[in-house]
């Protein structure tokens, strides 16, 4: 399976986020799923957005994933939103 980024996606990540994107695209891929990336470091984020620093990137759902399977491949440093278009994943420990 392969892992597509929205065209005007740009940056890097750090590399505990790179883990990260990286069990996302296990855990994807598993289920016979492309990942499709859609923002890291550029866009319009909220002040002090972690997308800024390399430690957050959004993807766009599959189905045939649930929240809580992502949630459980990134671990309790993280948090995993769902905003509705995208899932909002950010390391952010405690």
Same mark, same amino acid.
């Given at each position: ?6 065209? /005007?996606?740009?940056? =890097?990540?750090? +590399?505990?986020?790179?883990? !990260? ?32 620093? /390399?430690?957050?990137? =959004?993807?766009? +759902?599959?189905?045939?994933? !649930? ?28």
């Amino acid at each position: 399976m392969t892992v597509w980024y929205k065209q /005007g996606v740009m940056g =890097d990540l750090q +590399p505990v986020a790179q883990k !990260g994107l990286g069990r996302i695209s296990r855990l994807v891929h598993t289920h016979g799923e492309h990942l499709y990336v859609t923002s890291i470091r550029e866009a319009n984020h909220s002040a002090g957005s972690l997308h800024y620093i /390399g430690m957050a990137f =959004d993807i766009i +759902p599959s189905d045939a994933v !649930g929240m809580n399977e992502y949630r459980n491949a990134l671990g309790p440093d993280w948090d995993v939103v769902d905003e509705g278009n995208h899932i909002h994943c950010e390391y952010d420990p405690k």
